[in-house]
């Protein structure tokens, strides 16, 4: 598939509002619309070899869904149909959503389970992201002193939203093209 597929959990809309800004900041030309995760099949997922994916925050020990409390289905649900499955090939960029003032020692921690399920299966990722600029004790998120992936807090730093989603998608761009151009 010569664009990017936009993926997000959520359970009470924040991750499909920053998905959809991802969307509307890259343009219909580089991405298809994001899809819920919870209403996608993994073919679906699968026909992408440049992704962006995202996920909320609820818990440290596994991804979220029904068994952590989220009302609906999540990326919990999802991650059973990517067992045995490689992913090589694939460029995969990660969000995460959290909110450090309320879960300073757990932030964003969900992040690491949607990384490790990648990354296990072969993909390449991309999109690593400081930690300046936060203010937490602890994430599980955090490899190398850097975020697996970019991480928005629209709880307590909302304005910095925007400025996050640009520098981020300037810099994986053109890190995910030459999956494109492959597909192309
Ligand atoms: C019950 C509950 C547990 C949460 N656990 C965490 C957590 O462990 N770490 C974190 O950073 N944020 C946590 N959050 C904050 C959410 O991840 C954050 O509000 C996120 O934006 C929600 O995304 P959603 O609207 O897409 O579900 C929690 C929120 C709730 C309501």
């Known amino acids: ?23 509307s900041l890259l343009g219909e030309e580089l991405a298809d619309k994001p899809k819920n995760i919870n209403r996608t099949s993994p073919a679906e997922l699968l026909q992408y070899d440049a992704l962006i ?25 999802f991650a059973p149909y990517l067992d045995d499955v490689d992913l090589s090939g694939k460029r995969v960029a990660l969000f995460g959503l959290g909110h450090q003032e309320r879960y300073a020692d757990r932030f964003a921690s969900s992040l690491i389970h949607l990384y490790r399920l ?10 690593r992201w400081s930690t300046e600029g936060y203010s937490f004790q602890h994430s599980a998120a955090v490899i190398d002193n850097q975020f697996v992936g970019l991480v928005i807090d629209q ?5 910095l939203t925007d ?5 981020w998608l300037a810099q994986i761009k053109p890190q995910l093209l030459p999956a494109l151009a492959q597909a192309a």
């Open 1 to 23: 598939m010569s664009k990017i597929g936009i993926f997000f959990g959520t359970d009470t809309g924040t991750t499909r509002l920053v998905a959809k800004k991802i969307y």
């Open 53 to 77: 994916l995202g996920t909320p925050s609820y818990g440290i020990g596994d991804l979220p869904g029904l068994a952590t409390g989220c009302q609906e289905a999540n990326w919990l649900e």
């Open 118 to 127: 990648f990354y296990g299966n072969g993909a390449t990722m991309i999109g």
């Open 155 to 159: 709880r307590s730093q909302p304005f």
């Open 163 to 167: 400025d996050r989603l640009q520098s």
